[in-house]
C-alpha cells in the first residue's frame, strides 16, 4: 500500500521560507513522477510543481521562480523548498503520485502566510 507522509508546514510571514518534505513507503519512489499540490479553503486541489523519475520538474505559473521541487530517491523523499512566500500561498500541501493507475495522496501539510 502506498503511504505518503507530508512534514514541515507551519506559519511564517510574507517573504519567508519554508521546506516541506513527502516521506514513501509502499512504492518503488525512484521510478515514479510525484507531485505536490495544495488546496486553498473553497478551492480546488492545484497543482504546485512535479517532478519526474528523470529529475525533469514542471511548475505551476504562480510559484515560478519561488519554490523549488526535488527528489531524494535514497531516503525515498520528495521536497518543496518553498521560497518569498505570499499570503495567497497559504493552502494545505499535498504530495501525491499515480501508481498502478490511481492517485494516492498524502493527508497534507498546513502552510501559512501571514503578518
Not at 31 to 55: C, F, H, K
Not at 60 to 83: E, W
Not at 86 to 103: I, L, M, S
Request: with cysteine; glycine share 14%; aromatic share 10%.
Amino acid at each position: 500500500q502506498v503511504h505518503l507522509v507530508e512534514s514541515g508546514g507551519g506559519l511564517v510571514q510574507p517573504g519567508g521560507s519554508l521546506r516541506l518534505s513527502c516521506k514513501a513507503s509502499g512504492i518503488n519512489f525512484r521510478l515514479y513522477s510525484m507531485g505536490w499540490y495544495r488546496q486553498a479553503p473553497g478551492n480546488q486541489r492545484e497543482l504546485v510543481a512535479t517532478i519526474n523519475n528523470d529529475g525533469n520538474q514542471n511548475y505551476a505559473d504562480h510559484v515560478k521562480g519561488r519554490f523549488t521541487i526535488s527528489r531524494d530517491n535514497i531516503r525515498r523523499t520528495l521536497y518543496l523548498q518553498m521560497n518569498s512566500l505570499k499570503p495567497e500561498d497559504t493552502a494545505v500541501y499535498f504530495c501525491g503520485t499515480n501508481y498502478g493507475g490511481r492517485p494516492f495522496w498524502g493527508r497534507g501539510t498546513q502552510v501559512t502566510v501571514s503578518s
